[in-house]
């Protein structure tokens, strides 16, 4: 099902949306909070009622503030993280209910390449990699997506991969041959030693053919090859969505490629393609790097202002709870905020040319499995007619075999319409509204599931995720935004292009390098 203004407009004429049509459905409408970031736009804050020191003030406690709190503990350096809502994480939070534990919005992490070495020491830490063999890591069985991982809904029966194998035309078979020929030519390139592609995508090639593709789109790319196999076109716009929440002719070629050819996971015992996942997603590995550090979190706090004071910086936030403002007096300041937020917080920041997707999560309380013709279920399961992403099965790595009540984490990209137009069409829909629709498309995929339904919670994400379109990953704005103005240093997601977890970890862990490293000898 396609969503649009005039598809849910529609739908309460046809009784999509009719109250009546069926019975209210418990849940509740959650996301990102919004009332908090509004205030920060409109201002109007108290000023300062209580002064406080520390040597670092982190911004932000989602991936990269979190990375950036561990490197300052180890270094044994002073901190405070600043967090604006009632708990850390950022878009890797999760929740739970009485029947699973379900994550808000990211859900796995690959197994990492070689060269993503802090990934690799912080899954050391975690106990998640439990020892290596062969110059390889070992991983924690129980941590890795259990088998069978994807399945697709496709011509009425469910088959085992994401990947389209059956009712193939010669145009269909000749153009993904030759796609994935050249993505495997990709990953297996090299230049100077460095990949083609890298996570962090900061080790990749610098070669001049290979930053070009960044200043063409995917669909242009794909049309200068001469494919045009509807299947194939299927299969790279939902790698699009799935990774960056955007239409492939807005998603720039070497970030397409770089879904296909980046990853080149490294393990000893298990295959390295395959994902490390948990009941609540990487809720599981942003609770654990929180844990550590909870003594220097203070959440529920709105930063309104960071400035720089002498050879230091100064950091205000309002604490909600009590209604009064706090002056932080630090030696140095992490923004690990999205750029759009620390444009707000520091003056001279400009955040033009970042353009954020939204994105609509659902998580839906079933009282059993879901099934289907054909392939049994998976841990990801994807129909090729709906403009969803799909549902993941928050109980898939359990041990147990009995069939019962489960959480399904339902995914959706805005996509189809501009960024600003679909924030808006997100926060007009009710509660109700976006239950029947999660509800209607997920009955469209898996009809066993009438009745089944018992609860639908949605979180909404109005900037889930940075767009790379054609241009960003290695222009201007994203290279300039990321370099540190001492004692101000940066750390983001959206300061890659892409938005993933090993990018926010490897730039919250340079930021804090850059800080220690300004504080040591006040040069970053």
């Not at 070497?254 to 879904?259: L, T």
Request: net charge neutral; proline share 6%; aromatic share 8%.
């Amino acid at each position: 099902m396609r969503l649009t203004r005039r598809t849910l407009i529609a739908g309460a004429a046809a009784g999509l949306l009719d109250g009546c049509a069926h019975p209210a459905m418990p849940g509740t409408l959650g996301g990102a909070d919004m009332t908090r970031g509004h205030r920060l736009r409109d201002g109007g804050f108290p000023k300062p009622s209580e002064e406080r020191r520390t040597d670092v003030v982190i911004v932000g406690g989602g991936v990269a503030g979190l990375s950036a709190a561990w490197a300052l503990a180890d270094a044994g350096i002073g901190f405070r993280l600043l967090e604006l809502e009632d708990s850390t994480g950022g878009n890797a939070r999760g929740g739970r209910n009485a029947v699973s534990a379900y994550p808000l919005g990211a859900h796995y992490l690959p197994i990492p390449n070689p060269e993503a070495t802090r990934v690799i020491a912080l899954l050391e830490r975690l106990g998640i990699i439990t020892g290596w063999q062969g110059g390889k890591p070992l991983f924690d069985p129980y941590q890795v997506v259990s088998d069978p991982e994807e399945r697709l809904l496709r011509l009425g029966r469910w088959q085992e991969g994401l990947m389209p194998r059956v009712a193939l035309d010669e145009r269909d078979r000749h153009d993904l041959t030759a796609f994935f020929a050249a993505m495997k030519a990709f990953r297996d390139r090299r230049d100077d030693g460095k990949p083609a592609f890298a996570i962090p995508i900061a080790l990749s090639s610098s070669a001049a053919d290979l930053r070009a593709l960044d200043r063409i789109s995917m669909t242009e790319w794909l049309d200068r090859q001469g494919w045009r196999s509807p299947v194939l076109r299927a299969h790279i716009r939902y790698a699009c969505r799935d990774d960056y929440g955007t239409e492939p002719d807005q998603v720039s070629a070497w970030a397409g490629i770089h879904y296909f050819a980046g990853r080149r996971g490294a393990a000893a015992d298990v295959d390295g393609d395959l994902v490390l996942t948990w009941p609540d997603g990487n809720a599981h590995l942003t609770r654990a790097m929180a844990a550590r550090v909870r003594s220097s979190i203070d959440t529920g706090r709105i930063v309104w202002r960071v400035a720089r004071e002498g050879d230091g910086v100064v950091v205000d936030s309002y604490d909600v709870a009590s209604g009064h403002s706090t002056r932080w007096h630090a030696r140095a300041a992490i923004l690990a905020t999205p750029r759009f937020v620390t444009a707000r917080l520091v003056e001279g920041v400009d955040a033009t040319g970042f353009r954020y997707a939204p994105w609509v999560v659902a998580n839906v309380t079933v009282d059993r499995p879901p099934g289907g013709p054909g392939f049994d279920l998976a841990w990801d399961n994807v129909s090729a007619t709906s403009e969803s992403l799909g549902y993941v099965v928050a109980n898939h790595q359990s041990l147990g075999t009995a069939p019962g009540p489960t959480v399904l984490t339902w995914y959706m990209p805005l996509s189809k319409m501009a960024p600003a137009s679909a924030r808006r069409l997100m926060l007009e829909r009710s509660l109700a509204e976006w239950q029947r629709f999660v509800r209607d498309d997920l009955l469209a995929t898996n009809p066993d599931l009438d009745g089944a339904i018992r609860r639908i919670d949605v979180w909404r994400w109005g900037h889930a995720m940075i767009r790379p379109e054609p241009g960003f990953v290695w222009g201007e704005a994203r290279t300039k935004a990321a370099e540190p103005r001492p004692p101000l240093f940066f750390a983001h997601s959206d300061l890659s292009g892409i938005s993933i977890f090993e990018e926010a970890h490897h730039h919250g862990a340079v930021a804090a390098e850059q800080a220690l490293a300004w504080l040591k000898g006040g040069r970053a």
